[in-house]
C-alpha cells in the first residue's frame, strides 16, 4: 500500500471497504424503535399518575425505571441486541447514556471492583459531568457578570 496515494485513490479504496447503508432500511427502524421507547415512557407516566404520583414525581419514576430497565437489559446483553435493530432510536437520551455508562463497568468487571468496574463506568458519563459542570458555571459567569451592567 502507497502511503502517499492522491485524494482520489484514497476514495476509491474507501468506498471498496465502506459497506453500504440501506437508508430506505435504517431509518424507518431508528424512528419505529425510538418512538415504541418512548411510548413506553409515557404508558408508564401515566401508569404511575393513575397510582396517585403527582406529575413530577412521575416523571422521576419513569425516567429511574427506564434507567434501570435499560441497565438490566444492557446486563444481559439484550441491549445491543436491540440497538442492532434500532440504530440510532435506542439512543433515547435516557435509555442510551444508562447503556453506554453500564456497558464499560460489564466490560471491564474482571479487572476488579476498583480498577475494572470503578474506574471504567465512568468512561462516558465522566466527560459529560465535566463539560456539563463547566458549562454551567462558565454560564453563571456571563450570567453574573451581564447582570452587573
Known sequence: MDINMSKTQYAQMYSEASEK??????????FVIGG????LGE?????YSRYGLSEKNSGIA???TLILLS????????YDK???????GTLVPITGFANSVVAPAIEFKTEGLVLGLGAKIFIICGPVILYG??????????YYICGLF
Open 21 to 30: 447503508t440501506k437508508w430506505y432500511i435504517t431509518i424507518p427502524k431508528a
Open 36 to 39: 415504541l421507547i418512548c411510548t
Open 43 to 47: 404508558l408508564l407516566l401515566n401508569a
Open 62 to 64: 419513569v425516567s429511574v
Open 71 to 78: 441497565a438490566v437489559l444492557t446486563g444481559l446483553g439484550l
Open 82 to 88: 436491540l440497538a442492532k435493530h434500532g440504530g440510532a
Open 133 to 142: 459542570t463547566l458549562a454551567s458555571v462558565i454560564y453563571g459567569v456571563v
